[in-house]
């Protein structure tokens, strides 16, 4: 069974950092691109950042480039987001999802982790 | 990379169809048969229910299904029951290796 538990979430001050954890297991996570999206509270869905199975390659949305990195560790089968220079509007529920096949959809989604950040 | 269109709301009594529709650019949904579709019941994970325009998952009902007609996907749920309440999301390739979602519709089983 495909299961993805993300970590890391909680309460940062503006402009400070936080760093995502997602952990696969049930599947091989060295064969599959992985991604993150996110959903602020009461809204909808925001595709955050992709990367490929090897790291090759690497995509952010507008919104975040420049201060958030993913990045991957397939040797511990786990999935990471560095968020640098946090804002207000990037509190939301951050979610790890894996697509069905190469690439295109998001079809199996960790529980979620928090991140707020306020003063 | 601007949302994707969807109704805010829509809603249908049990055993009838209704249908939600999406509407993209040239850019995105009208270029790649790359649009899914996501359910998602308050405070859980969004799930996955129509991806490549109208395939359906393993496991997902076929009371469920896809379409595209140039720049606006729908997806259509026949035979509504009550557990079909939830928000519904529709969600598109955008070049360039990225994604785009529709802001979400609330379905209400009347």
């Given at each position: 069974e495909v299961q993805l538990v993300e970590s890391g979430g909680g309460l940062v001050k503006p402009g400070?950092?936080?760093?995502?954890?997602?952990?696969?297991?049930g599947f091989t996570f060295s064969s599959y691109s992985m991604n993150w999206v996110r959903q602020a509270p009461g809204k909808g869905l925001e595709w955050v950042s992709s990367i490929s199975s090897s790291s090759s390659y690497i995509y952010y949305a507008d919104s975040v480039k420049g201060r958030f990195t993913i990045s991957r560790d397939n040797a511990k089968n786990s999935l990471y987001l560095q968020m640098n220079s946090l804002r207000a509007e990037d509190t939301a529920v951050y979610y790890c999802a894996r697509p069905t096949g190469d690439y295109g959809d998001f079809n199996y989604?960790?529980?979620g982790t928090l991140v707020t950040v306020s003063s | 990379q601007s949302a994707l269109t969807q109704p805010a709301s829509v809603s249908g009594s049990p055993g009838q169809s209704i249908t939600i529709s999406c509407?993209?650019?040239?850019?995105d949904v009208g270029s790649y048969n790359l649009v899914s579709w996501y359910q998602?019941?308050?405070g859980k994970a969004p799930k996955l229910m129509i991806y490549e325009g109208s395939k359906r998952p393993s496991g997902v009902s076929n009371r469920f299904s896809g379409s595209k007609s140039g720049n606006t996907a729908s997806l259509t749920i026949s035979g509504?029951?009550?557990?079909?309440e939830a928000d519904y999301y529709c969600c598109s390739y955008a070049g360039s290796s990225t994604f785009v979602?529709?802001?979400?519709t609330k379905l209400t089983v009347l």
């Open positions: 400070g950092s936080l760093r995502l954890s997602c952990a696969a297991s989604w960790g529980q | 509407t993209g650019t040239s850019s998602q019941h308050p509504l029951q009550a557990e079909d979602f529709g802001g979400g």
